[in-house]
Every structure is written in structure tokens, then in C-alpha cells.
């Protein structure tokens, strides 16, 4: 996987792996696909890939995604909002209501005001039960423990308040995409099924209203076209130091940015869509007491 990062993303992740080269994928009962040992990048990591991403035009943290029209469908006007794991605050545009963004890596860059560079953890100290919605946009899936970061977002809304949670998927594009470095360690640990959000909000108390499919859109239609682009399409196996593998990679990005370019994003949803949204509430006071 070391290997992989540097050839294919130009990317050192060494001071992220710690050592490890090899990594396992697991499937839980759940529906959850997890890589263990679970490595999560650092800012060294981070700083290095994003601008890779950038010099190639395949990243833009002023992108509005789909599913920030979606949450934001939801969110009253009035709504008191907390973006976590905001980048630079691109939901901004999205939600015109109180809007508050927590991103240690970007805030510096913040494109919109309320962005502070804090975790999670330290806004809790004098932010807990305090606001009315609570969304986390393609978070979950960066950090070792989901289930810890969805308990402090629990925590942030208010009783009755809303939780908005996007991942990316599996089975889906990204998926069938051979040796895909975004979808790894140390980027991606988790890739997430329906039921195991489901499950994941019910651990936490939450009550789960809905979990649909994300559009395609501008952020995200690239992978649209290297899957379907694509030589190899992958099912139960998703690295393998193989030159054919690295061949149908390089394959895929070149044929699919030509398509991006020729047709941007696809006009209909497949069954699959690009993300998962889960739509989550905390229960109201009421419903605690009487639960």
C-alpha cells in the first residue's frame, strides 16, 4: 500500500502507516467495511495529497456537493447549524441560517465566516445540546473510530434536532474502480452500506428517518466515468500490486477525465447514486424521558 500511495498519488505515507504495509478489509455483520489495522492520515498526509489533488484539478474544497442541497432541503430557516469537518466552509453557501464550521486542517482558508479551527471534542466544552441541526459531509469514513466522532455529533444537537451524515458506499463506483487511492488508508477506513448506518445511529440513540442515494454531481461525477471506464471492474477484490491493475487505474482516470470533461455529470441516477445520506433526529426531551 506504501507503495501504491507513492507511485500512484505521489504521496509519503509512512509518517500515517507507522510501518504497516499490508492492510485487511472486513466486513462486519453490520454491513460495514472497515480496513484494519485502521491508520488514519496526518496533516503531513493530508497537506501532501490535497495538493496533488489540486495540481491535477481533481479537488476543490469550494465544490458544492449534492448532498449539502439535500441536509440543507431539511434545516429551517431559524436553525441554529454546526458543519463538522467543514474544509473551507463551502456548506455555507448551502445553509444561510447560523452557521457555524469546525475544520482544523482549513479553517485557516476558510471561504466563508464561522469556520474555526477546532475539533469536535474541544467544541463540546461550551457547545453541548446547542444546536438545531448537525451535519458531517464525507467524515465519518477519515477517522478510526465512527462511532465515537457520531456520539459527540449526538451530543452537539439539541433534543429533537436534526443529524445529517454522508458517506461513501459500497457496492458502488468508487468500489469497482482497481487500486483507487482515495477510497484507502490512511484516507479511507470505513466504506458504509445502508444498514450500517442504520445501525450506527441506533447505537448512538438517534432515530434514523431516512438514509437515501446522493445524486452525481460536479464533486464527485470523475469516478462516475473511471468506473464505467474502467478495464477491470473490481467486485470482492480492491488492491493488488498487479501491473494490469496500475494499467486499468492509469486507464480509467485518463478515459473517465476525458468523459467528465466531454459530459460532466450524468443526467440520471443509477441505483447506487454517488453517496449514502443518512437523516437522523436525537430525540426529543419527551421521548427520552418516556423511552
Known sequence: MTALWRIGGKTDVRSSFGGVERFGLWESPTGLYFFDPPREGDSLFYSRFYAWLKSWRLFDTETLREEFFMAAARISPDARVLDVGSGRGAFRQCAPQDYTGL?????????????????????????????DAVCCFHVI???????????????????????????????????????????????????WTKN?????????GAVAESVENVPWGKADSLIYWMARLSPIKCTDVYYRADIKWYFAMLTSFVLGALAFRLFGAPRQMNEEGAALLLVARRPAAAEISTG
Not at 457520531?150 to 482497481?178: D, N, W, Y
Request: one cysteine or more.
Open 196 to 204: 450500517a448506518l442504520i445501525e450506527l445511529a441506533n447505537g448512538a
Open 103 to 131: 475544520d482544523p486542517h482549513f479553517a485557516d482558508s476558510a471561504i466563508a465566516p464561522g469556520v474555526r479551527n477546532e475539533t469536535l471534542t474541544q467544541h463540546l466544552v461550551t457547545n453541548e445540546s446547542s444546536y
Open 141 to 191: 469514513e477519515h477517522v478510526r473510530d465512527p462511532k465515537a466522532l457520531f456520539g459527540e455529533i449526538m451530543r452537539a444537537v439539541k433534543p429533537g434536532g436534526l443529524v445529517c451524515v454522508s458517506v461513501p458506499h459500497v457496492a458502488s463506483a468508487t468500489t469497482r474502480i482497481p487500486n483507487v487511492l482515495n477510497n484507502a488508508p490512511p484516507h479511507h477506513l470505513t466504506w
